[in-house]
């Protein structure tokens, strides 16, 4: 029998995270939403696709496309955004073991080429879509729980807390604790969960609210729910899977 003319390799995962407040005056309003796409190929590459809205003022609207080797490590990522309802910017990013680049055209700065040297291998790249969130988490050690642990250097695409100014390269620090196993629940369902804390950023230009994380447990290190602290008081939660 002739094979098949039809191929289909990777596995794909779907999914919406809404966005609300927890501030006291706003407690439980919807700000915004997340839609994504995982795909992962048969060697273990995967590419996240997510369209992402803030609705608060001004309002926020990004479209990401991040790719991975089979390794986890990143390859590239593009960007779109606009902030007020207005074009912001439009960049592509490519990470090589020795550099990372940047091509991007802003409202701001105009058209922008980026070269940054690396000391080693990217390990993890913020583009700002919450559901690539939980992957920078794979790099911590859950052999020691409640002990802050440093990634040395994580690239973003942008500094702004929203992730509403480039897109260009900028490069922080990123300090996470591992709190431990939990089993939660969550709109979308039941899940066994990893729980991590988001201590704090060096190199941001303002101090980041302290921000829980739940992903699942099982090695993809799916988005499940997130809060943030501070003055910014947001929640994040999978509302849908398929």
């Known amino acids: 029998m002739a094979d098949s003319i039809i191929q289909r390799d990777h596995r794909t995962l779907r999914g919406t995270i809404l966005y609300t407040s927890r501030k006291p005056e706003r407690l439980g309003q919807e700000r915004g939403r997340e839609r994504f796409e995982i795909n992962v190929h048969g060697d273990g590459s995967r590419t996240l696709s997510a369209h992402c809205e803030i609705d608060d003022r001004p309002s926020v609207t990004r479209d990401i496309v991040y790719a991975l080797g089979p390794n986890w490590m990143p390859r590239d990522c593009f960007v779109r955004l606009t902030v007020g309802d207005r074009f912001m910017g439009t960049g592509w990013f490519r990470f090589h073991r020795d550099f990372a680049e940047c091509e991007a055209y802003t409202s701001l700065e105009g058209r922008i080429s980026q070269r940054m040297d690396l000391d080693r291998p990217l390990l993890s790249f913020q583009n700002h879509a919450i559901s690539g969130d939980a992957w920078h988490l794979r790099l911590v050690d859950r052999s020691r729980p409640g002990e802050v642990q440093a990634i040395e250097q994580l690239l973003l695409s942008s500094p702004d807390h929203r992730g509403a100014t480039g897109p260009m390269l900028f490069s922080v620090g990123l300090h996470v604790r591992y709190v431990g196993e939990e089993t939660i629940e969550v709109a979308a369902g ?23 994380v739940w992903c699942t447990a099982d090695g993809e290190f799916l988005f499940l729910r997130g809060s943030v602290a501070g003055y910014m008081q947001t929640h994040y939660e999978l509302v849908e899977l398929c």
């Open 190 to 212: 039941s899940f066994e969960a990893l729980h991590f804390q988001f201590v704090s950023a060096p190199g941001l230009p303002v101090e980041h609210p302290h921000y829980d």
